[in-house]
């Protein structure tokens, strides 16, 4: 399940008891009841009757919110490590460029800290201002 998309499964429209949601998005009623509690999770109707019900608008804008917080966006020589869970540079020596086809490429190389082999989409028209991102001191890139 790719937890970046699932505010796309709650409906705007749509009163949401505490279990529900909790089995619309797989999680523990645990959890979200510690969003609740814990993360500013807003979203009550009704909070003086059980059961709670909740707004899936709130629940949406408050997922979105919460997922924006979480980015950690890469400079332009970084790579997003997921085994660092962070942006990292790649180590020069394992730099490579693979083409997919005639107008689409890919960058891969190893992160600096962990090893785990990075990858970057990218295109044609872009390589060389990427190899001098990503792989400065190449004795062949002219950008040198
Ligand atoms: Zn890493």
């Known amino acids: 399940m790719s937890l970046s998309k699932d505010y796309q499964r709650v409906r705007s429209h749509r009163p949401y008891t505490i279990v529900t949601l909790a089995e619309l998005l797989e999680v523990n009623p645990a959890t979200i009841r510690r969003w609740i509690k814990l993360h500013g999770l807003d979203m009550a109707i009704t909070n003086t009757r059980r059961p709670i019900i909740l707004n899936g ?4 804008d408050w997922m979105k919110a919460r997922q924006v917080a979480k980015r950690q966006p890469c400079a332009p020589n970084e790579m997003y490590c997921v085994r660092c869970k962070s942006p990292r540079q790649i180590m020069v020596e394992t730099f490579q460029i693979i083409q997919r086809n ?3 490429l890919s960058v891969k190389g190893e992160c600096e800290v962990c090893g785990l082999t990075l990858q970057r989409f990218g295109s044609v028209a872009n390589r060389a201002a990427l190899e001098a991102v990503f792989c400065p001191k190449r004795p062949d890139n002219p950008a040198a």
């Open 57 to 60: 608008a709130k629940i949406k």
């Open 102 to 104: 005639a107008s689409k």
